[in-house]
């Protein structure tokens, strides 16, 4: 598919939302049958982030022979992309597949189960989620407004971004207008740039008419399909923002409730399994992409200088400190998270980190 044929998909209203719809086939059996509206963050069939949400609404249905009868609608195909949450918090969606850092406006707590600044890789948040007391947490905050969360996807470490000039130091980051949500952006916006949170489906175009100067997505193969080299050649690593990015189905808590043991077991097993496919997805893909990214379309890798990293981590701090702040969960949700990232990083610092670090050097990797 290409690039311009999804941004042009990604705008359906309207008399364009029948047509785009998927409505999965299910078997004549109607005795129990469940209906679940999921909507997206993401424009259809976009590499990894939206056919991952289509998977997992298929397989929700697939797994259940159509018992639970499962309608997935795409950004603008039913409600606008950052509309999601208020369509199923409300009830009239049952779920959403998101990065619920997105979410961040209506309480801090939800950018801890996407990713936070210098937080966990894709096996930590997998470690603090299901045995470090993360599942929990979110429970809570989530059930605050209606809804309950599962893991449904990750994107793993993310790159630092696409800037139209070097970074050499973190002064070169004042004034800049960047497209990064969630915390990350609040440590940007502490180093003097502006930043930005719109629709995937939207960078591109403020990319090229200069309404931005640099931005953040995910990798090496969403960001090529995007084509964001086209506007910027400066292709930043590693992304301080995102070193693990965690996706949600998010649902309806009244819905959820309603189910029973066997469907919940079923729908949580089906995000489960994305959990896993979409992050090997993206790391099988990644490096290929980043290639031809450097071979074939000029793009120039740049590392972060420890001077902006330690930057970084300044302003990082001074944004966790205001999320402590904001309320008693949201100071109890940071501090499982910094006792679980000090146990977990002093484990993978002596297993995988330093066994990659060896392996690479003798392969001269």
């Known amino acids: 598919m290409k690039r311009r044929d999804f941004l042009k998909k990604s705008a359906v209203t309207g008399a364009g939302v029948a047509a785009a719809t998927a409505s999965f086939s299910t078997p004549a059996i109607s005795q129990g049958l469940k209906k679940m509206v999921v909507v997206s963050t993401w424009p259809r069939d976009f590499p990894g982030l939206g056919t991952g949400a289509q998977r997992v609404a ?13 309608e997935y609608f795409a950004a603008g195909e039913r409600v606008g992309a950052f509309d999601s949450f208020d369509e199923v918090a409300s009830g009239n969606a049952q779920a959403y597949h998101a990065a619920d850092y997105y979410w961040k406006g209506k309480h801090p707590g939800w950018a801890y189960f996407t990713s936070v600044p210098f937080g966990f890789t ?11 007391g993360g599942q929990a947490l979110w429970d809570e905050l989530a059930a605050d407004f209606g809804l309950k969360c599962v893991m449904a996807g990750s994107t793993g470490c993310q790159m630092g971004g696409w800037f139209r000039k070097e970074i050499n130091t973190a002064d070169d980051l004042k ?5 990064i949500p969630g915390l990350g952006g609040d440590v940007m916006a502490k180093l003097g740039a502006s930043p930005v949170s719109i629709p995937g489906g939207q960078i591109y175009e403020n990319l090229v008419s200069g309404a931005i100067d640099a931005t953040e ?9 995007m084509k964001f080299y086209e506007a910027a050649k400066y292709y930043y690593y590693p992304g301080m923002h995102e070193p693990g990015s965690m996706l949600a189905l998010g ?4 819905f959820w409730d309603g189910l029973s043991k066997s469907d919940q077991v079923i729908i949580e097993s089906a995000a489960g399994l994305e959990n896993d496919m979409m992050m090997a997805e993206f790391n099988m893909k990644s490096g290929e992409a980043l290639t031809k990214l450097i071979k074939e379309q000029g793009v120039q890798l740049r590392q972060f200088s420890d001077e902006i990293y330690d930057s970084f981590y300044e302003a990082a701090e001074d944004v966790f400190a205001g999320v402590r702040a904001h309320s008693d969960l949201a100071k109890r949700i940071d501090a499982s998270f910094v006792a679980a990232r000090k146990d977990l990083g002093g484990w993978t610092g002596i297993s995988d980190q330093a066994y990659l670090a060896q392996r690479n050097r003798v392969l001269g990797v």
């Open 175 to 179: 004034g800049l207008k960047m497209r």
């Open 217 to 225: 997505w995910v990798g090496p193969w969403n960001d090529s399909f």
């Open 122 to 132: 894709y096996t930590e948040m997998n470690a603090w989620i299901r045995f470090g």
């Open 251 to 254: 649902m309806n808590k009244k």
């Open 58 to 70: 298929q397989r929700i249905n697939d797994a259940t022979d159509g018992r639970i009868s499962v």
